[in-house]
């Protein structure tokens, strides 16, 4: 991973505590999530980590999180870090990442929820993704509605804006 990765996870994450959001999260203690969860700590402030119980050792769970929910299988995982969520940031990722943002906007959607859900674009990660979605739209697979609800901020400041 770049370091740019991990500078604006740990920007992220300062800037959650400051303002007093409280995140939510996978519950590891590694990659940008152990960082992102790691500078929300540092900063007083609130983290909730939602972890499967046959990944809590895989993820290595992250042990500073007070409040950590140990659920069965992934899909309690992403339906209670949704039920608890008031909103959703994709910071660059990789698969797990595409398949959650994939799944929240569907369910944004199909109107099971109404919250904001915002790529935070750092170093111009999503650039390619964007491309391909603004493709689905041209193509007719995407409306242009649906499109304008993926939220991009290129910067923290500009994401806890539309947040």
């Known amino acids: 991973m770049r370091p740019v990765y991990a500078a604006v996870a740990k920007e992220l994450g300062e800037a959650l505590a400051t303002v007093g959001i409280r995140l939510v999260y996978g519950g590891g203690n590694v990659g ?7 500078a929300v700590l540092s900063r007083g402030g609130e983290v909730t980590g939602v972890i499967p119980e046959a990944l809590v050792s895989r993820e290595l769970a992250h042990t500073g999180v007070l ?6 299988s992934m899909h309690e995982r992403k339906a209670l870090m949704a039920e608890l969520s008031q909103g959703f940031i994709a910071l660059p990722g990789g698969l797990g990442t595409y398949e959650e943002l ?3 906007l569907t369910w944004r959607q199909l109107g099971f929820h109404d919250k904001p ?5 750092a170093n111009q990660f ?4 964007l491309e391909m979605l603004d493709r689905a ?3 007719g697979f995407l409306s242009a509605a649906n499109r304008r609800r993926l939220l991009v901020a290129q910067t923290v400041p ?6």
């Open 67 to 72: 409040d950590m929910r140990i659920v069965r």
């Open 126 to 129: 999503y650039d390619p993704l």
């Open 102 to 104: 994939f799944e929240v």
């Open 32 to 38: 940008l999530m152990g960082i992102l969860a790691d």
């Open 158 to 163: 500009q994401l806890l804006n539309l947040m």
């Open 117 to 121: 859900i915002v790529l935070l674009n």
């Open 137 to 139: 739209v041209d193509d």
